[in-house]
């Protein structure tokens, strides 16, 4: 069984920084792409940022400068630090990560149960 579980979020003030963490345990073979969805009230779930196993990484063009996603393999971790924050950023933050369990296996997405992230303006 894979968990991915997520830290970091809280309240911060609009041009303030907080860095998120997703962490994968469990039957792990290898990971290939992990990233940070977000989910506002009332609207639909986004993409922030992904990162593949070889480093490349995207980003919504709404946080491109502002946020910067990174990795650690060793340790199945994803971080997203995120700078200058604004209230617009206001969100559910959701980890996502293609994992396969043994090496004939497919790979399989899993998710975080999200972090809540609130910029106050």
């Known amino acids: 069984q894979v968990q991915l579980v997520e830290s970091g979020g809280g309240l911060v003030q609009a041009g303030g920084s907080l860095r998120l963490s997703c962490t994968a345990s469990?039957?792990?073979?290898?990971?290939?792409?992990m990233g940070w969805y977000r989910q506002a009230p009332g609207k639909q779930r986004e993409l922030v940022a992904i990162?593949?196993?070889?480093?490349?990484?995207n980003y919504a063009d709404s946080v491109k400068g502002r946020f910067t996603i990174s990795r650690d393999n060793a340790k199945n971790t994803v971080s997203l630090q995120m700078n200058s924050l604004k209230p617009e950023d206001t969100a559910v933050y959701c980890c996502?990560?293609?994992?396969?369990?043994?090496?004939?296996?497919?790979?399989?997405?899993?998710w975080g149960q999200g972090t809540q992230v609130t910029v106050s303006s």
């Open positions: 990162i593949i196993s070889g480093g490349s990484t």
């Open positions: 469990g039957n792990i073979f290898n990971i290939n792409a």
């Open positions: 996502k990560a293609q994992i396969r369990e043994r090496p004939w296996a497919r790979l399989s997405e899993y």
